[in-house]
């Protein structure tokens, strides 16, 4: 996964915040994930225009991380919900 | 007890109408008749309850549910309350104007259904001449429409050695994702079952396609996989277990933990059309009944896995060992596990290929 690459909710997916369980939920066909707090943060990052190098610096500044290990989480993150159909890249 | 937690899916079967038959149908064997469905007012309620108590996915479901007129006023309403819409349709009602009547709405996503690849077989199994192409221009119409877009295909003796070619078929078409479910044999599908049950071959066969073509369209199709009980060690954990994630609205109005619930005996059905959503959700008897783990029995209720598998299937422990108390004899710790063994000796010895077709009165008539 390059840092140039541009992550974005796949076809039909839409995360939204669930307010009677409080909390984020991504909704695809026929499946539902409900993401931990690292995964919510960066998939709010996700909008189809950012690129995965923005997204990993926004973290790392953020959450005042090394920027290796936030990436290393992003990429593994993300690699798992493309696999799963709700996100392309 | 405490109050359960709210459901996450809504299965709306609108109607039982459907142009086709196929022989095994989820739907019950006493079928619904138009004159007794709910009106579109009453709908609109019940979406509103389901988005009030915290559904976030409802699936328009039938029968053929592109039957009602209504359809994208309730897909409409759904959308305003931000759940996740999908509809399960065959496709064969489908046009340029509905469709784009549903995109309008707000849809999120179809699920079309192949009987098989083969149009001579495929009309065979569905009964209904013509719907192959149908179905085609369908899933040509989603894909233009830029809805994202799951084929649906029933796998069974009389069809499974088409897998390779329906998955090709699903990309061809430009599906997202396929769901390749073998039969399962509760009402319509448990009448058909001689003619229906694959053997072990067949079955290890077929999911040892579905693994190889998962790597092969890795990150850009997902299948997904539904395997018979037949040869199972373990049951399923039926609906995510009873009254805990989905609540079914029968055409008439009847609130059920699963769309076969029908089948048991001594309950009495809450309907939509006399309560809300929430109530029947939260005190129904019959969501109460199975709920959990204090209803169960041994082997369940001291089982290790009693809140992974919740005990498999209510309606499939009645159907075959007298009690939907019991152990889903799916389960080979139930003392009637035999019973699937059974049938699997006698769906093998048995050669035909007729169906009893999904009628209103058909499977009356296959009993007497």
């Known amino acids: 996964m390059k840092d140039d690459a541009i992550p974005a909710l796949g076809r039909g997916v839409k995360f939204r915040f669930d307010e009677i369980r409080q909390n984020w939920v991504l909704l695809a066909p026929e499946r539902l994930f409900v993401p931990d707090a690292p995964a919510v943060e960066i998939l709010k990052l996700v909008d189809g225009s950012r690129c995965l190098g923005a997204i990993i610096d926004d973290l790392a500044a953020r959450f005042q991380a090394p920027r290796d290990l936030i990436a290393r989480d992003v990429t593994a993150m993300l690699a798992d919900l493309a696999e799963k159909g709700a996100i392309r890249l | 007890m405490s109050m359960p937690a709210p459901p996450m899916g809504l299965l709306a079967e609108l109607t039982h109408r459907c142009p086709l038959q196929c022989p095994y149908c989820s739907n019950p064997l006493e079928l619904e008749r138009a004159a007794g469905e709910l009106d579109t007012a009453t709908w609109l309620r019940v979406l509103d309850e389901a988005a009030d108590l915290g559904v976030l996915q409802v699936h328009f479901s039938g029968g053929e549910p592109t039957a009602r007129r209504d359809l994208p006023e309730l897909v409409r309403r759904a959308a305003q309350r931000q759940l996740y819409s999908n509809l399960i349709t065959s496709g064969v009602l489908l046009d340029e104007r509905i469709l784009a009547g549903l995109v309008e709405a707000g849809l999120d996503h179809v699920q079309l259904s192949f009987q098989d690849v083969e149009t001579a077989n495929a009309e065979r199994i569905g009964g209904m001449a013509g719907a192959q192409a149908k179905k085609l221009a369908a899933a040509a119409l989603i894909q233009r429409s830029g809805l994202p877009l799951t084929l649906n295909f ?53 999911t040892a ?153 058909a499977a009356a008539k296959a009993e007497a």
């Open chain 2, 154 to 206: 029933v796998i069974h003796r009389q069809n499974v050695e088409n897998l390779p070619a329906m998955i090709a078929l699903g990309a061809e078409l430009g599906a997202q994702r396929i769901e390749v479910a073998h039969v399962q044999y509760y009402g319509w599908g448990l009448v058909n079952r001689d003619a229906l049950l694959p053997s072990r071959a067949q079955l290890d066969a077929s």
């Open chain 2, 209 to 361: 396609e579905v693994e190889a073509a998962r790597l092969r369209f890795k990150g850009r199709m997902v299948i997904d996989y539904v395997v018979p009980d037949y040869y199972a060690e373990r049951p399923k954990a039926c609906m995510g277990g009873w009254g805990r994630r989905f609540i079914n609205i029968t055409p008439a109005g009847k609130a059920l933990p699963c769309h076969a619930a029908e089948t048991l005996p001594g309950l009495v059905f809450p309907s939509v059309r006399d309560e809300s959503l929430a109530a029947i959700w939260q005190r129904a008897p019959i969501f109460e009944r199975y709920r959990g783990t204090d209803w169960m029995v041994e082997p369940c209720r001291s089982c290790e896995r009693r809140e992974i598998d919740w005990g498999g299937c209510r309606c499939q422990a009645l159907a075959l060992t007298g009690d939907a108390a019991n152990a889903d004899p799916a389960c080979a710790l139930s003392p009637h596990h035999g019973a699937m063994l059974t049938a699997i000796a006698e769906a093998a010895a048995d050669t035909s290929s007729g169906f009893v077709y999904r009628r209103i009165g």
